[in-house]
């Protein structure tokens, strides 16, 4: 319709509107076999054990990709977006903002506080643990690019640039599609079952989590839409929006998804000089200590492979201060009879 408004308002062409152009009927109209396949899973949203995989699997860039769609219900737009300034680590509202959101909060608490650049609209969310530690891990691999301040984009790619500059032929980065699919594709090469979704289903699984653990107002609060409650278009005009609410959905989300947590193994405050090689006669050893430039909180089993029959978790730890500085997982495999 758009574009016979425009043909209609263009000099270049001879065509005007019909007369009843305004009667017609613009409604999409509903076919059978669109109601065939409505279900009870009306939204493909990533299962709990997906997301265990996702995270087993995953590298530290995944991991981050991973958890800024989780926790926050970020696609790539907001991810390529984010300012060095939107991250708060370990500090709490003020009173006052206390009282407003219905929520207490300390100074162990981390936030993203940010505008959706889409929708222009106020956002807060409260950071799980691990995402704390992943933003750090941005942080640290983002001083490689040189010296940065608040008004500079957090997350870039690994030659410095932004993750939504366009390509050389004006076309939409595929920088983050293309880096989770590489990784969905390394869980299937491996003979896991995941299903082929997109990067996008990750905020969708976000939002649907948030939903469940509260409501549809506080889900649409969360994703920064414009009218959160769709049957009043004046709410933002007389309330606050209840970001209390959605730190408490988030907190409850935080619970669900703690499998998904304990497939990132030992987060540990320091780690090895070097990445520690090891053999224990002829049983594979798969090194879960992360190299000096993954900084830390980060434990990966690399290569991912399939899980043995049996496993075994060792952890190295500093002589002198007793920290686990890395963490060793021995897969020992039957002898051959």
């Keep these: 319709m758009r574009f016979l408004t425009w043909l209609h308002a263009s000099s270049e062409f001879d065509w005007t509107k019909p007369q009843a152009f305004k009667d017609f009927d613009r409604r999409i109209r509903r076919l059978p076999s669109d109601h065939a396949k409505r279900s009870l899973e009306q939204v493909e949203t990533f299962s709990l054990d997906e997301l265990r995989l996702l995270m087993r699997y995953g590298q530290p860039f995944d991991r981050l990709l991973l958890l800024l769609g989780l926790n926050c219900g970020f696609g790539r737009a907001e991810i390529a977006s984010l300012l060095v300034g939107e991250v708060q680590f370990r500090k709490a509202h003020t009173p006052r903002e206390q009282e407003v959101l219905g929520f207490a909060t300390t100074d162990k608490d981390s936030f993203i506080k940010r505008i959706r650049r889409k929708s222009g609209v106020y956002g807060e ?99 920064c839409h414009g009218e959160p409650v769709k049957t009043d278009s004046l709410s933002d005009a007389y309330t606050n929006r209840p970001f209390g609410k959605v730190f408490r959905a988030i907190r409850a989300v935080e619970a669900y998804l703690a499998p998904v947590f304990a497939e990132a193994g030992l987060a540990v405050p320091e780690f090895a000089e070097q990445r520690v090689l090891a053999k224990v006669i002829d049983v594979p050893v798969h090194v879960l200590a992360c190299p000096p430039h993954h900084s830390r909180g980060f434990i990966m089993r690399w290569p991912p492979f399939k899980r043995p029959l049996h496993t075994i978790r060792l952890p190295i730890r500093n002589k002198t201060s007793g920290t686990i500085i890395c963490l060793l997982e021995i897969d020992s495999l039957p002898p051959a009879i």
């Excluded at 500059?165 to 699919?181: D, E, M, V």
């Excluded at 590489?182 to 989590?209: C, M, N, P, W």
Aim: charged share 30%.
């Design 125 to 223: 969310h409260i950071l799980f643990p691990l995402t704390v530690q992943a933003v750090e891990w941005a942080l640290e691999r983002r001083k490689q690019f040189g010296e940065f301040g608040p008004s500079d984009r957090l997350i870039l790619n690994e030659k410095g640039a932004p993750l939504d500059q366009q390509t050389k032929g004006s076309n939409a980065n595929q920088a983050i599609p293309n880096h989770f699919a590489r990784l969905i594709q390394r869980i299937r090469d491996d003979g896991q079952e995941i299903r082929q979704l997109s990067f996008g289903k990750l905020r969708k699984t976000a939002s649907d989590l948030i939903k469940r653990h509260s409501d549809g107002e506080i889900a649409g609060v969360f994703d």
